[in-house]
């Protein structure tokens, strides 16, 4: 039974939205009568995906759930087909369950097509957006392993870990970012407003000034006077790095260049090995075969030259190489994630050890983030500390020197 959006008013001109389920529109209208409501408009909840190829800007944007959402819609979905809910049950009561129009529309969409006598994994297709590839290769698994709710429980328990590292490196970072923005507020402000207008008492006088309040005057009338050419350079900037980093020769160039910077080079193995792990894990946990795991797993990895030497590890597999060794080629693993993969390999727990060396790694990932964030707070007291001194000193240097003078 087809699902449909629908606006109506209630009894006192209230606004209604949902999604209810009907064999037409016209059944659908009567239901909204029937309780009470006076249909506006009813329509077919359907795919916002194009019919082939990637899915449109507006719905990589716009057309996917929240993290949370994602979560909750999981650890829902394999509870209740443990329990032995048919999927198109399991379906309906989890789209009740949430609040959320989009979502509940998703939803039920996904059951509609369910009903007709698609897999879920086609019916899911539907929405790319929403349900990625790794989503979608996990659930096919399951249900040609007849083990849908094995799988659906490994994915709820990797997107739960996947949205709390991400929530706890965020919340970490939102008081550094805060700090920063606060202190080039307060230090724009005074270089722009504060300062001129003490120091132009000092210009006046005719007296000469120390170098650092000379320097200190020429800072902030260039600051009063070319601050539009400044935003608009920085906007300028920003616009032609996007368009270059647009062109896929000169982006892998830059994302190789990136891997041999001392930290950023540091931070962007250890984020994209988590990532690769996290994937083939789930995957191989699911049942999907280790080459079509590594492909869809490649895909997460978001440089373009650590993508480029996984799709040579692809290869070396392919052609019966372990995937130790094909990792280790790459030069772009950390030693211990490919001895761990090694040694998995060889106990025949590949995917238990996958598992374990992406928590290692996100681990040591969160860890050095938070240690970053630690030194990054006292740096930037020391650096508003460091301004604030030296437009004190700017300042008092001349009332110094008028008072020898006076004396």
């Known amino acids: 039974m087809p699902a449909f959006e629908y606006v109506a008013l209630d009894d006192k001109g209230r606004t209604k939205k949902g999604v209810l389920e009907g064999d037409s529109l016209r059944h659908v209208r009567q239901l909204l009568r029937d309780s009470g409501l006076s249909p506006m408009d009813v329509a077919m909840t359907t795919s916002t995906e194009p019919k082939a190829g990637k899915p449109s800007t507006f719905n990589r944007w716009f057309g996917k759930l929240r993290p949370m959402d994602m979560v909750i819609f999981t650890r829902q979905l394999a509870t ?21 129009r989009k979502a509940r529309s998703i939803f039920m969409s996904v059951r509609s097509r369910v009903m007709e006598g698609h897999t879920l994994t086609s019916s899911m297709a539907e929405h790319s957006s929403t349900f990625d590839e790794l989503y979608r290769s996990s659930v096919a698994a399951g249900e040609q392993s007849g083990k849908l709710d094995v799988v659906l429980e490994n994915l709820a328990n990797f997107l739960e870990r996947s949205y709390e590292s991400r929530r706890n490196v965020e919340s970490s970072l939102y008081y550094p970012i805060l700090l920063f923005i ?16 003490i120091v132009d008492v000092f210009d006046k006088s005719g007296e000469e000034l120390p170098m650092v309040t000379s320097l200190l005057i020429t800072v902030s009338d260039f ?7 400044l935003l608009v350079s920085l906007v300028v900037f920003v616009i032609v790095v996007r368009y270059a980093l647009s062109i896929p020769g000169v982006r892998t160039t830059w994302h190789r260049a990136k891997l041999v910077l001392p930290v950023i080079g540091w931070f962007a193995r250890s984020m994209n090995a988590t990532r690769y792990a996290n994937t083939l894990a789930i995957l191989g946990s699911s049942g999907v075969p280790l080459v079509d795991g590594m492909k869809i797993s490649s895909a997460v990895v978001s440089n373009l030259w650590i993508k480029k030497k996984l799709d040579d590890a692809l290869t070396q597999v392919s052609e019966g190489t372990s995937l130790n060794r094909a990792l280790d080629s ?6 211990i994630f490919v001895h761990m993969v090694a040694s998995g390999e060889q106990s025949g727990s590949l995917d238990s050890m996958l598992h374990k060396s992406a928590e290692y790694q996100q681990k040591d990932l969160e860890r050095i983030i938070s ?12 650096f508003m500390a460091g301004i604030v001194l030296l437009i004190m000193v700017a300042i008092l240097l001349p009332i110094i020197n008028m008072n020898q003078l006076a004396l």
């Open 80 to 100: 209740l087909v443990n329990a032995g809910l048919p999927i198109e049950q399991a379906l309906s009561a989890v789209s009740q369950q949430t609040n959320r």
């Open 182 to 197: 606060c202190a080039i507020l307060i230090v724009g402000g005074l270089m722009t407003n504060v300062v001129p207008t």
């Open 223 to 229: 600051l009063r006077t070319w601050t539009w050419l």
């Open 330 to 335: 790459t030069k772009q693993f950390p030693p």
């Open 371 to 382: 240690t970053m964030v630690e030194l990054f707070r006292p740096m930037m007291l020391l």
